[in-house]
């Protein structure tokens, strides 16, 4: 079992930028994949970006490409997002994920309960 708990949403003018975190606790989350996932009201949850065990590699949604730098400190057990240049359709609810998964497109097994990014014009 791997408990996510994210942090770090808020109210931010575009422009702006935020950092997301996620902290992971439980069963060597060190060990797993990690994504973000994000989900404005009345839409699906998409993928955001994703990040694997080690840090290595990282991919992203073509959509916020440029903006969105995922990463990790597996010595917090803690993963980010950097998000800069917030656009008023960046709000939603931001949820991370962990994955046991070793090749992306990765299948999540475990989420946190999302923290509410709003992005004013």
């Known amino acids: 079992q791997v408990q996510l708990v994210e942090s770090g949403g808020g109210l931010v003018q575009a422009g702006g930028s935020l950092q997301l975190s996620c902290a992971a606790s439980?069963?060597?989350?060190?060990?797993?994949?990690m994504g973000w996932f994000r989900q404005a009201p009345g839409k699906e949850r998409d993928f955001v970006a994703a990040?694997?065990?080690?840090?290595?590699?990282?991919f992203y949604a073509d959509s916020v490409k440029g903006r969105f730098t995922i990463s990790r400190d597996n010595a917090k057990n803690t993963v980010y997002l950097q998000i800069n240049r917030l656009k008023p359709e960046d709000t939603a609810v931001y949820y991370c994920?962990?994955?046991?998964?070793?090749?992306?497109?990765?299948?999540?097994?475990?989420w946190g309960q999302g923290t509410q990014v709003t992005v004013s014009p």
């Open positions: 994920a962990a994955s046991s998964s070793k090749i992306h497109p990765y299948v999540y097994e475990y």
């Open positions: 439980g069963r060597t989350p060190s060990r797993y994949a």
């Open positions: 990040i694997d065990w080690r840090g290595d590699s990282t």
